[in-house]
């Protein structure tokens, strides 16, 4: 495992953007898997992007495709989720994610991610 550190969160009005950074520390020589969920307040954890270690594929919910970007600098080991076009609905808590998983596929479940941040709070106003 490793351990994620989230930053960049904050209140934005709809219609804007905020680039969110996850930094990890440990085992970073691992070949890992890194994404971004998110959790509303009475709901369920929810997928949101991930990206294989090379940078080379990245997966979208269809409810932030075209919006939002994720990228990752190895050299730094920190993954990015550039946010545009932000909406009241995009409001939750954002949580960095990782797995060691050579052959991962885009797997959107939260249970087949082994290492998480403290979150942070996103919130878009209308």
């Known amino acids: 495992q490793v351990q994620l550190v989230e930053s960049g969160g904050g209140l934005v009005q709809a219609g804007g953007s905020l680039r969110l950074s996850c930094a990890a520390s440990g085992r970073t020589d691992s070949r890992y898997v890194m994404g971004w969920f998110r959790q509303a307040p009475g709901e369920e954890r929810e997928f949101v992007a991930t990206?294989?270690?090379?940078?080379?594929?990245?997966y979208y919910a269809d409810s932030v495709r075209g919006r939002f970007t994720i990228s990752r600098d190895n050299t730094k080991s920190t993954v990015y989720l550039q946010m545009n076009s932000l909406k009241p609905e995009d409001t939750a808590v954002y949580y960095c994610?990782?797995?060691?998983?050579?052959?991962?596929?885009?797997?959107?479940?939260?249970?087949?991610?082994?290492?998480w941040g403290q979150g942070t709070q996103v919130t878009v106003s209308s």
């Open positions: 994610a990782a797995v060691r998983n050579p052959y991962y596929s885009g797997s959107r479940s939260a249970t087949d991610f082994d290492s």
């Open positions: 990206i294989t270690w090379s940078g080379r594929t990245a």
